[in-house]
């Protein structure tokens, strides 16, 4: 089987509870690591920053003032790390134009958090979203490579034929659409795991329309890399990592043993939070 790991552990520099010296807001937020300047500029236009309790009267930070969005300090936003079991219905972005539930649901209220990947709000599983712009960033470039596994229920199931098929492949524009592994898990294969890298998520949708098949009832991302269901098995389930292990969070999943699903974090002992 995989080995699995404890999440781990290396300590970096907090970051300070006031401002250390004066300098713009727009820089003194982006110095947290929390967003990008234009994120930034946007949550001091829309009033959603204060400088010692009042909406940012200045542009400007001076040492020891206090700084918060969206009601909390901008210090509590640094390094905050969840591992997510997303429901199926529920929306990834932070804020949904379309008002469907959103992940932050399952954050402290407030907090600014980046999705590390796609996961579209029809299907449900595991995904990460970080305050922290340098692991979303290796996150999002690392995609590509991580392998994947996909529990997928489907409402007819495949004849033999239609499996052989789903399992060989299909060759568009683009290249060949395909799984490195199709597991049928019943006799029916209405119920199937798939595996494999760099897929786009329409691709199960466009295989299936090859073979004449419905779309999938459901649809159940069970791992992604070094990141698995394992301990969170209940959607709307959310595990925070300790901030002081990002630093070295970061070196694990530049590891091909990571990126390849070989090395697994064991997060059967943590404290998920339930949605309520």
Partial sequence: GRPAAKAPSVRLEPFRSTAP?????????????ICRRLMARQLIDTGLVTINGEVAPSRWVREGDQVAIRGMPLHEHVNRTYIIHKPQGMSQNMEDPLRRRTLSKLLPKGLICHPG???????????????????????REIRPKLRFTYLVKLKHGMTQGQLEAFTEGFGYSKGVLRYDEVVPLD????????????EDFKQLTLMLQEIGCQLPEAQVLEQMGPFALKGL???????????????????????????????????SDGRPSEEG
């Avoid at 579209?120 to 692991?135: D, R, W």
């Avoid at 006799?187 to 760099?198: A, D, N």
């Fill in 21 to 33: 010296l004066e300098q713009t807001l727009e820089e003194y937020i982006m110095s947290a690591g």
């Fill in 117 to 139: 990947w796609e996961l579209a709000a029809k299907l449900s599983g595991i995904t990460v979203v970080s305050s922290n712009m340098e692991l979303v960033d290796l996150l």
């Fill in 187 to 198: 006799p029916e294969f209405q119920l199937l795991r798939l595996s494999g890298v760099r």
């Fill in 233 to 267: 098995e209940t959607p709307g389930t959310a595990l925070e990592l300790p901030g002081e292990s990002v630093g070295e969070l970061m070196e694990v999943l530049r590891s091909e043993e990571a990126q390849s699903g070989e090395f697994v974090f064991d997060l």
